[in-house]
């Protein structure tokens, strides 16, 4: 089965992408869903954040605080690390289980925002990039999660440069256009990933 690593940064539009696919019937596999179910309360993962990273990121009703613990992590490298290393084996181990049920498909799209980061390219067979200018990626994620320029300018700071994200992507999608260019896109790449997954055969 054909893999695809679908990136990008923040706020540039990989859920919309993504959920497209998804309606043409493809398998989608969403790294930040499964890190969402690997914390919720009671977890053991949401255990170790606790204990190693404080309580004060644990909410009156047992939940994570998400957005501080990512304000945090995005300020304080030896958190942010410690995080990954709770996360990270566990999502990787989530995707192969998932994969595993799914291997008759010609493909399936792994959304992997922390592609590039964290040197995760050998997941998958190709990278698929959506793409947007940074002054875009602010606009968007100040109106989504209500914060604040300098807080998104602190996250875009610490992921990959877009430079950096366009040099590793096979394909892109310019995602600066409406939504019927976007989707018109995705079925134009649907078309593509489905023949390579039938030449591999």
């Known amino acids: 089965m054909l893999k695809i690593g679908l990136t990008g940064g923040i706020g540039s539009g990989k859920t919309m992408v993504s959920d497209h696919f998804a309606r043409l019937g493809v398998p989608v596999i969403d790294t930040d869903q499964i890190s969402r179910e690997l914390v919720a ?22 939940s994570l605080n998400r957005k501080l613990l990512r304000e945090h992590v995005f300020t304080d490298d030896a958190a942010r690390k410690t995080l990954e290393s709770i996360l990270h ?27 590039v980061e964290n040197n995760l390219g050998a997941m998958v067979d190709r990278v698929l990039l959506v793409d947007v200018p940074e002054s875009l990626q602010i606009r968007r994620v100040c109106q989504r999660d209500n914060s604040s320029e300098e807080q998104v300018k602190k996250i875009l700071a610490a992921q990959a440069p877009r430079k950096a994200r366009r040099e590793i992507a096979d394909d892109m999608i310019q995602n600066d256009g409406d939504l019927q260019a976007l989707h018109r896109r995705v079925e134009e790449l649907h078309r593509q990933y489905l023949a390579l997954a039938n030449h591999t055969d």
């Open 89 to 115: 084996p566990a999502i990787q181990k989530e995707v192969q289980h998932r994969l595993s049920r799914i291997e008759k498909e010609p493909y399936a799209i792994l959304v992997v925002p922390l592609l």
């Open 41 to 62: 309360p009671g977890t053991p993962a949401l255990t170790d954040i606790h204990r190693q990273l404080g309580s004060q990121f644990i909410q009156a009703d047992g």
